[in-house]
Structure formats: structure tokens, C-alpha cells
């Protein structure tokens, strides 16, 4: 799972015309959900994510996570983020690694509910929908997060897949 950080003075969603979510300081994060992700992935990203340093103090330094601020979150699904950890040739993007609309929707909606159970101001932007998101970037300060999936031995299931012996895939 990708999380994708944007420190934001303002944020906002549209989908057809009408303005969906709507923000003020604080954190526009776009989420990639990848197949390979469970509801842990997303507990573990959400923790780091509200407690993620990013938000400055009043002598301008960045001391803050949103769980000690009122500052306020956005969610927007984008599963085109999966696509710039796959590219290995050519010109064309590879969503290999995104998860099915289905599972990835299901994950995103569990990450909104465990927000707004977590953090009082957290807005959402529109699975699947053709969106027009809108932000003032506040530094710029803009941040990648990333979660994988562990097996029961701590290694990541696609770092496992991955490990090469003399130039051969081991399974």
C-alpha cells in the first residue's frame, strides 16, 4: 500500500460539478492500494500517517503529526501509484500491481472508517470516479509512505518472490 503525502494549506475533490470533500491545513493523502494488501497493510500506513512529523509547530518546524493537531485529513484513491514501482522498459505503465477495483475499494473505504474513528476531521475523496483535485501545497513538503505484506518470518511476499539465487527466481 502507497500513501502519497502532500502538506496542504487547502484541498479540495470535485466530481461532476459538485464538490465532494473540502479541506483546509493539513494532509492530502493519495492512496494506492496494491494486491498484494489486507486491512493490517492499511492499519499499519494509517498509524504511520497520523502520527507522520510533518506538520509544523510554531516556530515553523515539523514536530507535529495530525494526531496531535485539529488539522484536518483527505483521502483520494489512486491506484495509478502502484504503476511507478513496476515500470521496468518502454513507455507505457504497468498496473500489475494495483489491486482489482473490488479490493481495492473495499480496502479504501476500511481505511476512511478506521480514520474517522482515529482523527475527528477527515474527508474522502470518490472511488473510481474521475476526479479534479484541487491543493495549495504548503512547502512544498510532500512525502511517500509504503507498506507490504509480511509473511510470518517478517519478509515482505514480494520481496520472498524476488530472492535470486545465481540468476534463478527461488520460490
Request: a positive charge; proline letters at 3%.
Amino acid at each position: 500500500m502507497i500513501g502519497l503525502i502532500q502538506r496542504v494549506n487547502h484541498a479540495s475533490v470535485v466530481v461532476d460539478g459538485d464538490t465532494i470533500a473540502k479541506i483546509g491545513y493539513g494532509l492530502l493523502v493519495f492512496i494506492a492500494v496494491e494486491k498484494h494488501d489486507t486491512e493490517n497493510e492499511v492499519d499499519k500506513l494509517l498509524k504511520r500517517m497520523l502520527g507522520y512529523r510533518v506538520l509544523t509547530d510554531q516556530s515553523g518546524k515539523m514536530n507535529w503529526g495530525l494526531k496531535d493537531t485539529r488539522c484536518e485529513l483527505l483521502l483520494v484513491p489512486q491506484f495509478t501509484l502502484a504503476a511507478m514501482h513496476t515500470q521496468k522498459k518502454g513507455l507505457r505503465p504497468s498496473f500489475d500491481k494495483a489491486a482489482l477495483p473490488e479490493h481495492g475499494e473495499q480496502l479504501f473505504d476500511y481505511m476512511y472508517e478506521q480514520a474517522v474513528k482515529a482523527h475527528v476531521h477527515v474527508q474522502k475523496g470518490k472511488f473510481g470516479a474521475d476526479m479534479q483535485v484541487t491543493l495549495t501545497n504548503d512547502g512544498p513538503a510532500t512525502f511517500v509512505l509504503q507498506t507490504s505484506p509480511e509473511e510470518e518470518d517478517g519478509r515482505s511476499v514480494v520481496a520472498r518472490a524476488k530472492v535470486k539465487t545465481k540468476g534463478r527466481l527461488r520460490k
